[in-house]
Nanobody, 115 residues
C-alpha cells in the first residue's frame, strides 16, 4: 500500500524558513510528477510547486523566488524549501504524487507563519 509521509511543518516567524519533506513508501510504480499544494482556511487548495521526474519545475507566482522544490528519486522523496516566509503562506501543505498507476495525496502538514 502506497503511503505518503510528510514532515517539517510548524510555527515560524515571518521571514523565517522551513523545509518540508514527503517520503513515498510501499513500493510505488514509476513516479512521474511530485508536487506540493496548500490550503488555507476558507480557501481552495492551490498548487505551490511541482517537479517532473527529469527535475523540471514550476511554481505559483506567489512563491517564486522564495520556495524551492527538489526530489530524490532514489529515496522517493520530494522536498520544499521555504524561505522568506510570510503570514499569507500559512496553510496546510499537502504532497501529491502521480505514478503510472494512480495519484496519491499525503495527509497534510500545518505551516503557520506569525507576523
Amino acid at each position: 500500500q502506497v503511503q505518503l509521509v510528510e514532515s517539517g511543518g510548524g510555527l515560524v516567524q515571518a521571514g523565517g524558513s522551513l523545509r518540508l519533506s514527503c517520503e513515498v513508501s510501499g513500493s510505488p510504480s514509476t513516479i512521474y510528477v511530485m508536487a506540493w499544494y496548500r490550503q488555507a482556511p476558507g480557501k481552495q487548495r492551490e498548487l505551490v510547486a511541482g517537479i517532473s521526474r527529469g527535475s523540471s519545475t514550476n511554481y505559483s507566482d506567489s512563491v517564486k523566488g522564495r520556495f524551492t522544490i527538489s526530489r530524490d528519486n532514489g529515496k522517493n522523496t520530494v522536498y520544499l524549501q521555504m524561505n522568506s516566509l510570510k503570514p499569507e503562506d500559512t496553510a496546510v501543505y499537502y504532497c501529491k504524487v502521480v505514478t503510472t498507476r494512480a495519484t496519491y495525496w499525503g495527509q497534510g502538514t500545518q505551516v503557520t507563519v506569525s507576523s
